[in-house]
């Protein structure tokens, strides 16, 4: 299948469910999933992973209730990061062709679970803020179980509690969805579950005053 039948695909699985989930394999590429996945064992080993908050600024708090996974924000640095980041800026410009969303820029960081770790219920954007508009989560792991919990539970639009789908973390899948419209939760993985988390955002970075003048 071509990028353009994909990404066909992804928009209309974004407007008509708002939210849709496929193996992006052929697209990536084995190769470079395996980079991503080399990439974050290592962070993880190294403990260069830190405990993620809920909220933003000085209101950003971390609450062990809600979340309990470790997060390191990508920079693009490494080639595989590079690549990765082509591909989130293809997804990117090929939704705001399809859809008309206005996506300016994303940013991603990689997250673990490890055993015991959940993501109580949420949304990824407070309404009315236009700041997170779609959510895509990558998965980084081999022969992930039904068993090993840590899955991805999507809710249906616009409903707090009716089940839309389960995502299993396996290596090569993704997740897609509208971030203010569709509540999910990480279910305890019953082992380390790894994966990379991406915002698509309508905002651009304010510049600094200085730069104005
Ligand atoms: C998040 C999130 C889902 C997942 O990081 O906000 O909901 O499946 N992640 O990892
Ligand atoms: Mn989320």
Not at 132 to 154: C, E, F, H, K
Not at 175 to 180: G, K, P
Not at 190 to 204: E, G, I, K, M, N
Request: charged share 25%; proline share 4%.
């Amino acid at each position: 299948m071509d990028k353009a039948k994909w990404l066909d695909e992804f928009a209309q699985g974004l407007y008509e469910n708002g939210w849709i989930s496929f193996d992006i394999t052929p697209w990536l590429g084995p190769e470079l999933l395996r980079a991503l996945q080399q990439e974050i064992i290592v962070l993880d080993q190294s403990d260069a992973l830190k405990i993620a908050g809920i909220g933003r600024g000085s209101a950003l708090i971390q609450d062990r209730s809600v979340r309990r996974d470790k997060i390191a924000w990508l920079q693009g640095s490494t080639p595989s990061q590079a690549a990765l980041f082509d591909f989130l800026d293809n997804l990117r410009t090929g939704l705001n062709q399809r859809l008309f969303l206005g996506l300016k820029r994303f940013e991603a960081h990689y997250a673990t679970y490890h055993c015991g770790d959940f993501y109580k219920p949420h949304v990824d954007s407070f309404q009315g803020r236009a700041s997170r508009i779609v959510s895509l989560v990558l998965y980084l792991n081999d022969d992930w179980q039904p068993t090993d919990g840590g899955a991805l539970r999507i809710y249906s639009r616009g409903s707090e509690s009716d089940a839309g789908g389960l995502v299993l973390p396996e290596a090569g899948r993704v997740a897609l969805f509208m971030s203010e419209e569709i509540r999910h939760e990480v279910l305890e993985a019953h082992r380390t579950r790894y994966s990379l988390a991406c915002w698509f955002r309508q905002d651009v970075i304010p510049l600094p005053l200085s730069a104005l003048v």
